[in-house]
């Protein structure tokens, strides 16, 4: 376990010390030979504004999503429908094209809806959103399928010979077991929205990128340890947010969604 | 009454003169209401282009907007763009799209009326700034270990640096490999020695953005590689021992690459663009922006300027001799599409 | 009442059915016609592009190394990322959250910077290969930059934060009582992992598992980033082909051709697992 966590961490340790380099390095410099806070002073307002509509468009991604996703996932575990694999294989479908090759074909799909229709979502909030709806809804579709899988029908049945309706049940029985599901799925949306390059690149906005469409373009060029500032900056605002998500709703809700006790 | 009358008309006539004297120097041309959009390249690069031309926009009413990508990326927009209103006004690009522009028509034929500063010749781009394309080695390191300076880009592929160079990726450009291919009779126009010469050496990598391998340079993993000067000028004012040579290719030294701008057509901000493209070449603009980023600028002013640093003079080629002497790839003919799938299939593990 | 549920799937059908018919038509149609370089193509429809794709031995080269990273990293993620999840599931500690949290963060971080962070570690001066040579367990600096181990390295830091988040649901989901119960029976720890814990959250591995490996076959940043230029993996050879040649037919082609393996793949998957899902309820 220590291992694992010192693996997904050692790259972020390098970069959070190479982020308190002092002086003009154009390159990562770890160990740093000279501490200092200064490039954190020095984040452009452009990057900050960037991160923004990044938070802005993952958790719109998150949402719309999710709003596909869960009732997909009903319908796919629990309905009876010829075709009902086939189907779950074609939602799976974009996850399985390289993220370019959707980027580039948004682009031309939004320029063709430009010609016919005379709306090109390209370069508005809007065509971001839908290019990632399109790339996470099946992240979403995963999860909470997967979680469904495992519920137990009978607590559902349960409730229902005790008289609640099929609304109150899924409420009250069903959606808090599968919970964990669909904060999984919120969470991929989020992170996959939140990270990903090539699709925001080809449908961005010149007045304001993503943040990593602003991060690639910095890196191609030219770089200075403001970017590494900006994303230690980022993960510990994570955590901090992490930190006092847990104080205030706690995710004891994730965990108290342990409910599935078998009658 | 009569005299006042007259009097008026003296002061009049006497103003009239002088705005007729000093006229068209202080009514400056006015961009209200125009919005820009400019291709470049991001980072400190944008940041300082928007300091220079595009602060100065912005003062005369205008908005200026950047679309930041490489220049192959932007290209691609201008693709997909290709049936409807085009993604940006002004495109920076260099030399090895210049073939792809021009034929897939979509810049406009500039007119040096509209860009003094430009030299005649009337095209549909302009040259503002020279890369110049050499090897750049760390001296401490080539002295710690007795080694001697690089001079050709076949040294590079001596077993002896074999863990210590960095060859760049085609996608960087083919300047290194054309630098190598020459040496054994290949050109531009056909790469295969220098594809048969690396594929020998079996590098184990290469290098695809110039900050990985100026990270690589800092950390002393990597003593030498084939990069440009700009770069060279950066890691030095960091603080790095390095040095530039510039290798023989065929009977000239270095490659030199140019840096260009053009309008895209349709755009339906010409005179702005015309001016963001003369103010690119002015003498201020053009001293200030190449010496930052160790370019070689194409208005001789500047370039005499910039001679008289030390750090710059030690690493570029500043007189027009020099640079003249270098070698300029044939961007008319060669096939870049050609040398990239090429260079897929030697370097392809 | 059964027949109802089918409906919900309806929306997402149509929004994603749409979305990827529209963009994947306009796109792939090109790949029926030869190249003429900046985006244009001849007025031909012709299957020539598809033929080379699927005979030049080239391009299978690149199919097939993109299928070995991203099974690698499949098995990796799997390996590493579900006895964690697990742990994690069954930690009665007020710490749970808090290394949830973090696994969540560290996926916030771009991958680029993570990236970044790698290739200063992988240095041959860098912190790993002193430590390690320090320790004695290589003689000569790990060159970890342009393989295949340092680009399914680099592919980990994405896909074991899903793998971990996704298994931690799934394994939340295993009443602990049910564990409880065999062990009270005289099952051993390992008897109730293999019998019990596994088969139940055997859906949700294959579910997470395909994710990630459709993950690994599309990504592009971790192998253009680590793989030094000489992983050429399929989306990275798209990439290059599309921006750097701009032959868009072949792109179109090449992508056409790695999306139906990867759909090969899912489709397998499925139907093994219907069989074995029909099987066990025989």
Redesign the interface.
């Known amino acids: 376990m220590i291992a694992l966590y010192g693996f997904l961490f050692a790259p972020l340790v390098v970069v959070a010390g190479a982020s308190l380099a002092g002086g003009e390095r154009p390159y990562v410099s770890f160990p740093p030979d000279r501490l200092s806070f200064e490039w954190y002073g020095r984040i452009p307002a452009r990057y900050v504004e960037s991160i923004g509509l990044s938070v802005l468009l993952a958790g719109a991604t998150a949402v719309c999503a999710l709003a596909l996703a869960v009732p997909a996932a009903l319908g796919l575990v629990r309905g009876r429908f010829a075709g009902r694999e086939a189907v779950a294989l074609f939602l799976r479908a974009p996850l399985q094209i390289p993220f370019i090759v959707v980027g580039i074909a948004f682009l031309q799909l939004y320029y063709a809806l430009g010609a016919a229709v005379g709306i090109n979502p390209r370069g508005r909030f809007v065509g971001l959103l839908l290019g990632h709806v399109f790339l996470t809804t099946p992240y979403a579709l995963g999860t909470v399928t997967a979680v469904l899988q495992r519920f137990n029908r009978r607590l559902e049945e349960a409730a229902r010979t005790l008289g609640a309706t099929p609304w109150r049940t899924f409420r009250r029985v069903t959606l808090p077991v599968i919970m964990p599901g669909i904060y999984a799925g919120a969470l991929y949306a989020f992170i996959v929205s939140f990270g990903e390059v090539p699709v925001a690149l080809f449908l961005a906005n010149p007045r304001v990128a993503t943040f990593p469409v602003e991060l690639f373009g910095a890196l191609q060029f030219d770089f200075n340890p403001s970017l590494l500032a900006v994303s230690t900056l980022i993960l510990c605002l994570s955590l901090a947010i992490i930190v006092v998500f847990q104080r205030i709703i706690g995710i004891d809700a994730l965990l108290r969604a342990t409910a599935g006790r078998d009658p | 009454m009569t005299q006042t009358f007259r009097r008026w008309i003296g002061a009049l006539l006497l103003a009239g003169a002088a705005l007729a004297i000093v006229g068209p120097a202080t009514a400056e041309e006015r961009f209200d209401g125009v919005t820009i959009r400019v291709a470049t390249w991001g980072g400190s690069w944008r940041d300082r282009i928007h300091e220079l031309i595009g602060t100065e926009l912005e003062r005369r009413g205008a908005k200026v907007e950047y679309v930041v990508a490489n220049a192959l990326e932007n290209f691609n927009k201008l693709i997909a763009a290709r049936d409807s209103k085009p993604p940006f006004d002004v495109m920076e690009f260099q030399s090895d799209l210049w073939k792809p522009l021009l034929e897939s028509g979509f810049l406009m034929k500039l007119t040096n009326a509209d860009i003094p500063n430009a030299p005649t010749h009337d095209s549909v781009a302009v040259s503002t700034w020279t890369l110049e394309e050499g090897i750049v080695y760390n001296t401490e390191k080539f002295k710690e270990n007795g080694l001697p300076a690089p001079q050709r880009y076949s040294d590079l592929l001596d077993p002896k640096l074999a863990n210590r160079v960095a060859w760049p990726d085609i996608s960087y450009g083919p300047y290194a490999l054309i630098g190598l291919s020459t040496e054994f009779g290949g050109s531009e126009l056909d790469v295969d020695p220098g594809l048969a010469r690396l594929k020998q050496a079996a590098l184990p990598y290469f290098y695809r953005s110039s900050v990985e391998l100026s990270t690589k340079f800092a950390s002393g993993d990597v003593w030498v590689a084939p990069w440009h000067a700009g770069w060279a000028v950066r890691v030095k004012r960091a603080g790095l021992p390095v040095a530039m040579v510039f290798p023989q290719v065929k009977d000239r030294h270095g490659v030199i690459a140019s840096g260009m701008i053009g309008i895209v057509k349709d755009t339906e901000v010409e005179k702005a663009a015309a001016f963001w493209i003369n103010r690119y070449l002015s003498p201020e603009v053009q001293l200030a922006f190449c010496s930052a980023n160790g370019i070689a600028p194409v208005n001789p002013h500047a370039l005499e300027t910039m001679r008289g640093d030390p750090l710059l003079s030690s690493l570029m080629l500043l007189s027009p001799a020099d640079i003249a002497k270098a070698y300029a790839v044939d961007w008319n003919r060669i096939d870049l599409a050609d040398i990239v799938d090429k260079w897929n299939r030697t370097t392809a593990k | 009442m ?2 109802r ?9 149509v ?3 749409t ?2 018919f ?3 038509a ?2 792939l149609r090109i790949s029926f016609y030869r190249d003429r ?4 193509v001849e007025p031909d429809v012709t299957l020539a592009n598809y033929l080379r794709v699927l005979q030049d031995p ?1 391009y299978l ?2 199919l097939a ?1 993109t299928f070995e990273v991203a099974i690698a990293v499949l098995v990796c993620s799997l390996v ?1 990322g579900c006895p ?1 999840a697990y ?1 994690l599931a069954r930690m009665r500690s007020r710490w ?26 992988f ?5 790993l290969n002193r430590s390690l040579l320090a320790i004695g367990l290589i003689d000569a ?1 790990l ?1 970890l ?3 295949v181990p340092g680009v399914v390295i680099g592919l ?2 994405f896909t ?3 793998v971990i ?2 298994m ?3 394994f ?7 564990e409880e119960a065999a062990r009270v029976h005289g099952a051993s720890r390992l008897r109730v992992l293999w019998r019990i814990v596994l088969p ?2 055997l ?2 591995m294959v ?2 598992g ?2 990630v490996f ?2 690994s ?5 971790a192998a ?2 680590l ?6 993996t ?2 990275v ?12 037919a072949i792109a ?1 082609c090449m ?1 056409a051709v ?2 139906s393996s ?2 090969l793949v ?2 397998a998957a ?2 093994v697992l ?1 069989r074995r899902r029909a099987g066990a309820v025989a």
């Open positions: 059964k027949a549920w089918g409906w919900l799937v309806v929306p997402c059908l929004a994603t059915g979305l990827l529209a963009s994947q306009v796109f370089g900046f985006g244009r080239f080269q690149s190394l590493c964690a742990i749970t959250p808090l290394l949830l949290g973090a696994v969540i963060a560290s996926a916030l971080v771009a991958e680029i910077i993570k990236v970044l962070g790698l290739v200063v570690i240095s041959a001066d860098g912190v600096p060159r930059l342009g393989t980990l830091h074991l934060g899903f988040l996704l931690f649901g799934v939340q989901t295993i009443p602990r009582s049910l139940l959250s859906p949700g579910a997470g395909l994710v459709n993950l076959m599309g990504s592009f940043t253009a980033l793989g030094g230029g000489r992983i050429l399929m989306p050879l798209i990439e290059r082909t599309m921006v750097l040649e701009t032959r868009y179109a992508a790695l999306m990867v759909l899912n489709v499925s139907v219907t």
